[in-house]
Each structure stands twice: as structure tokens, then as C-alpha cells.
């Protein structure tokens, strides 16, 4: 068995994935690289069959029918056999001294026997053009260098929340917790982090810079304009996170400190698929953004309570009129310019 099986989907990636790969090599014959080549029409696929002569014992590429960014997850997932599993995209990186102690790490789990849900580390905003990039760190959140529950974390900040660049899982747990994201949509990442957390008993932080996150392509998924134009996507996915649990079904997550941080996560989301709305400076969305609310009240009229009078960003999403809009706004290009997201 492989140590960590490291999907990278790949779309009409020629331009970087053969550098992204390269990154991931570096970590030898302890992980399995499985590049899906979800039908592209450029190169790719031509790449990635060099990539796997030259590295046979490390490479698998799967050729598919495009299905988008959730299904390449689930087909890597389903060819996956390293003990944990990790998303690199395509466009991305990692960091090699980063990657090396966190093999190591897992290595030592898996030879003790130890049992390990979640692996986290930090991840860089490669920002094109930034000289100074930010870091997501969760230092004050988690104690560092320990396996341990829920109940020992400290909390999360509202800009600490956890993507899918800084997590890894063990497999088992995300076929066991039933993940399987849809096709053809994107921003489905969230759900990759949301719906195994409540089948996540023991987790492990280490503050190392492991993953690379580049944001510059004018077509990327998390470009400003590309998110407005993809709106009903995200919309879709934000639905998807209210349907899939009763955050305060107490037997099924016990610990408090899961919970809040699910609800904070939503939250989150809540307020991206709300400025997004915003910003686009359409009657049709700001329907959309009202609409969306009202599916989460009827949802769970607790949680909306929850989410839109007592955070401070549900409460910033829903200020009435084009003042409050502005305000929104504001809060928005300020917590842009401090993370250096999008």
C-alpha cells in the first residue's frame, strides 16, 4: 500500500501541470500520483502519459469523459490506494522540505498504528504580481504537533476556516462518510472539506508551508468575474452544505466545538454566494441572494438564527438598502486586500 494517493485533475492543463507534477515526485515511491485527464483537448493527456513512462512505479493517469472538477476527485478517489488522500490542482504546488516532513509524519502514523482522520497544514496565496504572500496559518487554533479531538482545539477565527489545500484525509474515512461530488460543477471543494468532518475523531496540525495556491489566471475558477458568471454553482454547492447535516443532531456530532466551527463554515459560505450576488448588481441575483436565505430558514430556522443575527458576516450580508450593499462591499475589498484571495 502507498502512503498518500495525490489525485491532480487536469483540464486543458499543458501550460503547468507538468510542474505541479514534478513537485509531487519528490516525494518517491511512498505516494501514488494519479493524474485524471478529464477530457481535455489540448496536450494533457499526451503529457501525462509521458510523465507515466517516465515515473511507472510512481504515476497512474486515468483518461475520462469530462466531468469537471468534483468527478476527477471521485475518480481519484475511487483508484486511490494510499493510506490518506490528498487534491493537488494542476495549477498548484508544493513546497518539497514542506512535503518531506509531512511524509514522514504519516509514515511514522501508519507504523505505529496510530489512528489519523485529518492531516493540516498551511498554504500559501501565490498571488501573480505580490511580492509579500499570505499564509494561512492555524497556530492559534489548533495545538501543534499532537494527535488529538475537537475538544482540545481552541477555535477558529472567521478567516481561519479549513480548504481543501490544507487538509489531507485518511481514505477510508472519506469512502466511509460517503463522498461523492457532483459533476460538472464547481466550488466543490467545500464540500471535499465539509462532509467528512463529522466522521473526523482525531486530528493533527503541522505548522509547515506545504501547499502552493496560485491565484492569477483570468479564467480561473476563483477569478471575481468567473464566480459571478458561475453564480448558480456556487449557489448549488452552498445548498448542497445546508442539506447535508442537522448540525445540532448531538448524537451525531457530539463535540460542541465541531459543530461551531460547521456552522461558522457555513456562515462562510453563506456570505461568499451573498457578496458574490451582491457584486454582480443584478435584481435577477439579489433575488437569488434573498432566495437563498430563505432556503436556509426553512431549512433549519435555528441555524438561520444562528447564522443571520449572531455572525458578524451573516448580519453584514443582510443590511437593507444600497447603503447596506456598500457596507458589504466594503468589508468584501477589505478582507481581499488583507488575505490577497481572488
Known amino acids: 500500500m502507498k502512503l498518500l494517493s495525490i489525485a491532480v485533475p487536469c483540464y486543458n492543463s499543458e501550460a503547468y501541470m507538468e510542474h505541479c507534477v514534478e513537485t509531487l515526485l519528490f516525494g518517491g515511491d511512498a ?47 475511487a483508484h486511490a490506494t494510499g493510506a490518506y488522500f490528498k487534491v493537488v ?13 509531512i511524509l514522514n509524519l504519516l509514515e511514522g502514523i501508519v507504523k505505529e498504528e496510530k489512528q489519523l482522520d485529518m492531516l493540516i497544514s498551511n498554504f500559501v496565496y501565490e498571488k501573480q504580481g505580490v511580492k509579500r504572500k499570505k499564509v494561512m496559518r492555524y497556530h492559534r487554533a489548533i495545538p501543534r504537533d499532537e494527535i488529538i479531538t475537537w475538544n482540545e482545539v481552541r477555535g477558529f477565527t ?48 503541522l505548522d509547515v508551508n ?28 452552498n445548498k448542497i452544505l445546508i442539506d447535508l447535516y442537522n448540525l ?17 463554515y457555513l456562515e462562510i459560505m453563506m456570505t461568499v454566494s451573498s457578496i458574490m450576488l451582491i457584486r454582480s448588481e443584478t435584481e435577477e441575483n439579489l433575488e437569488k441572494k434573498k432566495e437563498l436565505w430563505k432556503y436556509l430558514k426553512k431549512k433549519d430556522r435555528r441555524l438561520y438564527r444562528r447564522i443571520r443575527y449572531r455572525g458578524i458576516m451573516g ?15 466594503m468589508g468584501y475589498k477589505i478582507t481581499q486586500k488583507f488575505f490577497g484571495f481572488n
Request: charged share 25%; net charge positive; proline share 4%.
Open 210 to 237: 506545504f501547499y502552493r495556491y496560485f491565484i492569477g489566471r483570468e479564467d480561473q475558477s476563483v477569478n471575481e468575474k468567473v464566480m459571478i458568471s458561475r453564480i448558480d454553482q456556487q449557489i448549488q454547492v
Open 89 to 101: 490542482d494542476s495549477d498548484d504546488w508544493v513546497n518539497e522540505k514542506a512535503y518531506s516532513q
Open 248 to 264: 445540532y443532531d448531538k448524537k451525531f456530532i457530539p463535540s460542541k466545538k465541531l459543530r461551531c466551527y460547521m456552522i461558522q
Open 31 to 77: 505516494v501514488e500520483i494519479l493524474i485524471i485527464d478529464d477530457g481535455s483537448k489540448d496536450r494533457t493527456g499526451e503529457i501525462a502519459d509521458r510523465l507515466q513512462k517516465e515515473h511507472p512505479t510512481i504515476i497512474r493517469v486515468i483518461h475520462q469523459e469530462n466531468g469537471g472538477h468534483g468527478e476527477a476527485v471521485n475518480t481519484g478517489l
Open 315 to 329: 448580519r453584514t450580508m443582510n443590511l437593507p438598502g444600497k447603503g447596506g450593499r456598500k457596507v458589504s462591499e
Open 158 to 205: 472567521k478567516w481561519q476556516y479549513i480548504l481543501m489545500h490544507s487538509v489531507i484525509y485518511r481514505t477510508q474515512l472519506l469512502k466511509d462518510c460517503g463522498l461523492v461530488l457532483p459533476k460538472h460543477t464547481f466550488y466543490v471543494d467545500n464540500i471535499f472539506v465539509y462532509q467528512p468532518l463529522p466522521y473526523v475523531k482525531t486530528l493533527y496540525y
